[in-house]
Nanobody
Framework: VYLVESGGGLVQAGDSLRLTCGAS????????MGWFRRAPGKEYEFVAA????????YGDGSVKGRFTISRDNAKNTVYLHLNSLKPEDTAVYYC?????????????????WGQGTQVTVSS
């Protein structure tokens, strides 16, 4: 599965963005799709994941309630809606795919990764 993210950019605090991840090159069916982010000098941080049926899980309290993950299986696409953005949300956001069918926050559970899309939030 080949993943390509888009939708990042430079925004102001309080703004919203929608990130898109398109999957190709294999069957999307059954995959858990996740979003991670990595700020400069920090480790990968789990943001959210969604399974084939639409069940979701989110990372810690800093994103829960502000970010929403969704998927369109017919389009092989996963979305991450980012609302009420804060400067601390600045990071490269990565889409990842796991064939294991289990919602997971662990990067090691995801076999396929996109190249990332930069989100920069100014104060």
């Amino acid at each position: 599965v080949y993943l390509v993210e888009s939708g990042g950019g430079l925004v102001q605090a309080g703004d919203s963005l929608r990130l898109t991840c398109g999957a190709s090159g294999g069957s999307f069916r059954g995959y858990v799709m996740g979003w991670f982010r990595r700020a400069p000098g920090k480790e990968y941080e789990f943001v959210a994941a969604v399974n084939w049926s639409g069940a979701t899980t989110y990372g810690d309290g800093s994103v829960k309630g502000r970010f929403t993950i969704s998927r369109d299986n017919a389009k092989n696409t996963v979305y991450l809606h980012l609302n009420s953005l804060k400067p601390e949300d600045t990071a490269v956001y990565y889409c990842a795919a796991s064939p294991r069918g289990v919602l997971s926050a662990r990067p090691g559970e995801y076999d396929n990764w996109g190249q990332g899309t930069q989100v920069t939030v100014s104060s």
